[in-house]
Structures are given as C-alpha cells and as structure tokens.
C-alpha cells in the first residue's frame, strides 16, 4: 500500500514538473515570437478597380488593427480606375503603420494608376527588370471634337496636380510625377531610382528588407523607425467576395459579356426553343451588370446599347431590307465606344478586346438576320395547303358519305372521298377543306 502511496506522488509530481516546463517553453516561445516585428504581406496585380481597392484598405485596416510593424505591398498593374486609385491612395496618407510599395516580381510594371500609387507609399521600391510611369488617362473613346478634348485637358490638369501633389508630400519628383501624367513618360527601375522617384531598387524581398532596416519614415502618427531585419510575414488574402469582384471589375471582361449576352439573347429570339443560347445569354448579362456596377458608366453609351437591342430585335418581325441591322450595329458601335470616358475616369476598353469582339458579335447577328429573312422569303413547306397533290395512304376503308383517316406526309389526317376507299388503298390529295383534306384514288399510270 505504502509502495501504491509513493508512486501516485512521483507520477503527480513528475506530471507537475512537466507541465510546468511546458508552459515556460511555450511563454518563451511566445515571447519571442511577440519580440518580432509582423509585416503584413498583400498582392496586387491586374487593374486598379473596385475590387482591388476594397481589398487594400481592408488589408490596411487588418493591418493596424493586428499592431503590424508595416505593410508589404508587391504590385504589378497596367494601371486602372481613377476613382478607386483616390480611395486607395486616401488610404495610404491616413495610414498610421509604413506601407512599402515594392513594384515585383522582375518584368512588373507600375503604369498608369499603379504609378500614382508607388508615388504615394512611404517607401517605394521596385525590381530590376520592372518600369513605372504612363500615367495619362487615354483611352478608345471620344470623338476628338473641341468639347471632347477641353475635358481631357481639364481630366490631365487634375491628375497631373494630383501626382505632383503625392510627390511633394513624400519628398519624390514633383516634375517626374507630372511628366508621367502629361507626357506619357516611364522609367526603369534604375532610371527611378536615379530621377528620385523610388527609393531603392532590390532583387527580392530579402535584400529589400536589409536595406530598409533602421530607415525612419513619417506616418499619420509621426515618425517610425522601421525593424525588418527579423520581420515575420504574415499573408493578407482576398476573400471570395473580393476575388469575383476584382475578376469581374474589369471593363474589357464587362464588355464581353455584354456582347456575349446580348449575342445569346438574339440567337433565342431568333429561333425560340433553342433554351442554351438563351441561359447563357442571360447569365452573361446579369454578370455583366454585376460588373458594371462598380465601374463608371457612361449611361448615353449604355442606352445606345439598349438601342442596338431593340433594333435587332425588330429586324426579326419588320421587313426592312436590312435597315434596322444595319442600325443596329451603328448604335452598338457607338455606345461601345461611348459605355466609359477615360478622360474623366483613366478607365477604357482595350482597342485589342474591342475590335475582336465588335467584329464577331456583328458578323454573328448579320448572319442571323440574313437567315432570318431568307426563311421569310421561302414559301411554306408546311401546313395544310402544302400538301396538295401529295400521295399517302387510307388507314381503314370509307365512302362518300363518310370521314375517314388517311396517312400523309408523315401525318395522320381525316379525309373525305366522293368515291369508295379501301383500306390501305393508295390516295391522291386534291384539296383541303377547313382540316379535312379531299382526296381521290391514287392514279396507276399506264
């Protein structure tokens, strides 16, 4: 029993011990892991939309809520939406932690919108290999008249402030950051760095870490000295949500399915029944709308869209030679090109998506439209004035007097004779009354 008593107390004590070093091994861990400056590490790539602008500030938000050390943001953009570069950049100056924006992997760029916000960040770094700049707000539409270019002189004169404005505030190229609005002009990574526009140039974000230790940098809430030589990363990623709307938030993707749907919803019209172009011209349009939501659209544009719908529509139940498609196809061309303004938004259709996609969905619904009216124009082959003169058969016999069931033509139907038929009897249709057709024994020929 004594024997029993001493090894339940050496198992307590030893399970005491044990937990105990296991504890102090787990706050030691912790310690040091708390000891570690976190860094929160966000994607972007493809256009500056909507989607990507929810996306950064929720990453921004997350990141000072979480006590982050900084933000690591690796970009790669052709540029994008101007309105949802303002929101990203607001962002960026109210920030209360360093966002570092690091144009990577090798061959990124940062154009148009993406330059702006390089320009913004509290330390801008790039690759080598990569470019920043082109920054103009151009695009397929406009018809270059005098109204149409005072508004992209005035769009150019507020961006143009806009980018000089960012520079001076972070100490960068006020004359670079206008020139790339104004002039079109970019840079490579060297060349950046040489014109003062970034403040470094590192080969991966190890190297970009080590040169970065000890800078101090100015937030919203003064002065930081930044601690990246032990930093740990952590990964922001974008929620489902956030990933369709960045897909779809695209005006070229827009554009597709407008023309996608609309081609399917024609198709339908055309011939009824055939149930696939339809649904899936339905779902195009509706994905379209979802896009166009939170894209800027021009509602002249749209409605002369609408417009190309109602005349392709009417082309299939007026006989007009072909004017109504034909109008058609103007009003589309015109509200495709008019459905976004870059001048005031920075965000257009690439000529290289449009004019594929113009040009099929035109040539689909001329092809349409001929078929349409080369079936209106061929007599009937079918109905019951059709089928005279076509032979068939008598199902059971019948007399004058008398309706019977005859076989024509693939179809059965009552016949009246002023003869005798017999049953299975070969007959000839000589007419037709109401539904009945008149029939008479088939002639032999001699």
Same mark, same amino acid.
């Given at each position: ?104 992997? =090798?061959?990124? =760029? ?337």
């Amino acid at each position: 029993m004594m024997n029993r008593l001493i090894s339940l107390k050496t198992l307590f004590f030893t399970t005491v011990l044990l937990t105990g070093m296991l504890s102090g091994l787990f706050s030691l861990s912790r310690a040091a892991e708390e000891g570690r400056n976190e860094v929160y590490r966000l994607v972007l790539n493809g256009t500056v939309n909507p989607g990507s602008a929810d996306f950064f500030k929720r990453a921004l938000d997350e990141a000072e809520e979480g006590g982050a050390h900084a933000v690591l943001v690796e970009l790669d953009t052709p540029g994008g939406l101007v309105s949802s570069l303002r929101d990203m950049i607001q962002r960026v100056l109210s920030s209360r932690i360093p966002v570092i924006v690091y144009v990577s992997p =090798q061959g990124a =760029q940062s154009a148009s919108a993406g330059a702006l916000l390089t320009l913004s960040a509290h330390v801008a770094a790039m690759s080598p290999g990569t470019e920043i700049g082109a920054a103009s707000p151009v695009g397929i539409g406009g018809g270059g008249g005098e109204g149409d270019d005072t508004m992209k002189k005035k769009a150019e004169n507020d961006l143009a402030a806009f980018a000089r404005s960012i520079a001076e505030e972070r100490g960068r190229n006020a004359a670079w950051a206008e020139k790339a609005v104004r002039e079109s002009i970019a840079s490579t990574a060297n060349e950046a760095l040489k014109e003062g526009v970034i403040d470094l140039v590192a080969a991966d974000r190890e190297e970009l870490f080590s040169k970065l230790d000890g800078k101090q940098v100015k937030t919203a809430d003064g002065e930081v000295t930044l601690k990246l030589k032990d930093a740990v990363l952590k990964e922001i990623r974008p929620t489902l949500q956030e990933q369709i709307l960045i897909k779809l938030a695209d005006p070229n993707l827009a554009y597709i399915f407008i023309m996608a749907g609309l081609a399917g919803l024609y198709f339908e019209l055309a011939n009824p029944g055939s149930i696939f172009p339809g649904v899936l011209g339905a779902i195009c349009l509706l994905l379209a709308l979802f896009a166009l939501q939170a894209l800027p659209v021009n509602v002249v544009g749209l409605l002369l869209i609408v417009l190309a719908v109602v005349f392709f529509g009417l082309e299939l139940f007026v006989a007009s030679g072909g004017i109504l498609a034909i109008a058609g196809l103007v009003a589309l061309l015109v509200g495709s090109l008019m459905l976004f303004n870059p001048a005031e938004t920075g965000i257009s259709i690439s000529l290289s998506v449009f004019l594929p996609v113009y040009i099929s969905v035109s040539a689909a619904i001329l092809v349409i439209v001929w078929l349409v009216a080369k079936s209106a124009r061929k007599k009937l082959a079918s109905g019951p004035e059709q089928l005279l003169g076509y032979e068939g058969q008598a199902v059971h016999g019948f007399g004058p007097d008398e309706t019977g069931k005859v076989f024509v033509h693939g179809e059965l139907w009552d016949a009246v004779a002023q003869e005798t038929i017999e049953e299975k009897e070969a007959v000839t249709v000589s007419g037709l009354k109401g539904l009945v057709l008149q029939v008479t024994k088939k002639q032999e020929k001699a």
